[in-house]
């Protein structure tokens, strides 16, 4: 495992880019992350194509005494139920389960803190190709704070 990048969360996301061919194992760490407004984190992986924004099979479910549950076909999700004054700590993991068809299997949780709102969520894709990059982004507004790093082995 290698520290393949640590990116300032901000504006409309970031890309992690030149992800090697034969990565089977990425961890995206998220520290103090702030979105403008409620909404959620997605990620979006990549060949040398471009990004994929097709045929996720994702679901998250926040946890609070009321709960929800969302899913998605477009990305990767974790819900960010609250604006900019709580900050959100996480892990996503993503491990290629199927090198050949390029399948990837995803599961994350993400806390806010002082709220109590906790997500949790999984999924998986069909790549169709080699992953070569990563893309985390808000769902509505902008990210106006916190750290990504990506850690990546096989």
Known sequence: ???????????????????????????LSLAAAKMSTSGSI???LGTAS???SV?????????TAT???????????????SGAQHPGNGHLIFTSVDQKNYLWAYSGGFGLRLTGYNSVAAG?????????????????????????????GG
């Not at 969302?70 to 139920?81: C, P, Q, W």
Request: glycine share 12%.
């Open 67 to 81: 709960q929800g549950i969302h899913n998605s076909t477009v990305d990767f999700m974790m819900e960010y139920v």
């Open 42 to 44: 997605r990620v979006r």
């Open 50 to 52: 471009g990004l994929v």
């Open 55 to 63: 045929n996720y099979d994702c679901v998250t479910q926040w946890l």
């Open 124 to 152: 998986r894709l069909s790549l169709g190709g080699q992953l070569t990059q990563l893309q985390v982004f808000p769902s509505t507004g902008t990210f106006t704070g916190g750290t990504a790093n990506l850690i990546t």
């Open 1 to 27: 495992m290698q520290v393949t990048a640590t990116q300032t969360l901000s504006g409309g996301g970031v890309t992690f880019s030149g992800i090697k061919p034969s990565t089977t194992l990425v961890y």
